[in-house]
């Protein structure tokens, strides 16, 4: 068990929808990242948010957003859901925002698009 | 493109030999590395990671080796268990591309243990 608590483990939704997926970082990290894993394009960097900022981007797309809350837990917001969105959606989380700190993940959101 | 890549897809061991899984990275600004497990239905597990001003790190059952000359990374698994079976990353960090700190991976390695 990383510490990295995900919710919802699955969602199933369809085009044009918004759905959140949420993320509680393990006890004591501050820093907080959004990946996505998908069969053609592997494990994707998405963003990272950092005491509550957002620090880096990564290929996220204009309709996803994210935030991250005074008690460091984060939320990512997917909308006008496309069937290409379908994916697992990773949460990690470190102790310090740096490139040379480990990232720790979650087991992750199935979001399928029907 | 990628930056971080993986020789073969999949490996098939025999329980109890050793378990060697390679990874070329192209960007020469990595700094720090990591290698991930990650089983069916799980999120990436942290296995070992190692600084660029390092060529070796030690852990338990595994070794990760980093030659920067080639820019090439290796995971070694000592006698390799059943519960050894998993995909298994390479991921790199660096802060070059506008200095984001989010980990780019490659494709992965599927590890099967043969009994």
């Known amino acids: 068990d990383s510490g990295v608590t995900q919710t919802p483990k699955h969602l199933i939704t369809a085009t044009g929808q918004r759905v959140t997926l949420r993320c509680s970082p393990r006890s004591g990290d501050l820093s907080v990242y959004w990946y996505q894993q998908s069969l053609d394009q592997g494990l994707q960097f998405l963003i990272q948010?950092?005491?509550?900022?957002?620090?880096a981007k990564g290929n996220i797309l204009e309709r996803f957003s994210a935030q991250q809350f005074p008690d460091l837990h984060s939320e990512l917001n997917l909308s006008s859901l496309e069937l290409g969105d379908s994916a697992l959606y990773f949460c990690?989380?470190?102790?310090?925002?740096?490139?040379?700190?480990?990232?720790?993940f979650g087991d992750g959101t199935r979001l399928s698009i029907l | 493109g990628e930056s971080v890549g993986l020789h073969l897809p999949t490996l098939s061991v025999q329980e109890g030999d050793n378990s060697i899984i390679n990874c070329a990275y192209s960007n020469s600004a990595s700094d720090y590395f990591i290698w991930y497990k990650q089983e069916s239905g799980k999120g990436p597990q942290f296995i070992i990671d190692?600084?660029?001003?390092?060529d070796k790190r030690q852990g338990q059952r595994v070794t990760v080796l980093l030659n920067k000359t080639v820019k090439h990374l290796s995971l070694q698994i000592a006698a390799t268990q059943p519960g050894d079976s998993a995909v298994y990353f390479c991921?790199?960090?660096?802060?070059?591309?506008?200095?984001?700190?989010?980990?780019?991976f490659g494709k992965g390695t599927h590890l099967i243990i043969q009994p």
């Open positions: 190692i600084r660029s001003n390092m």
């Open positions: 991921a790199e960090n660096s802060k070059s591309g506008g200095g984001a700190d989010g980990l780019t």
């Open positions: 990690a989380s470190s102790v310090a925002p740096q490139s040379n700190q480990p990232q720790h």
């Open positions: 948010y950092y005491n509550g900022e957002e620090r």
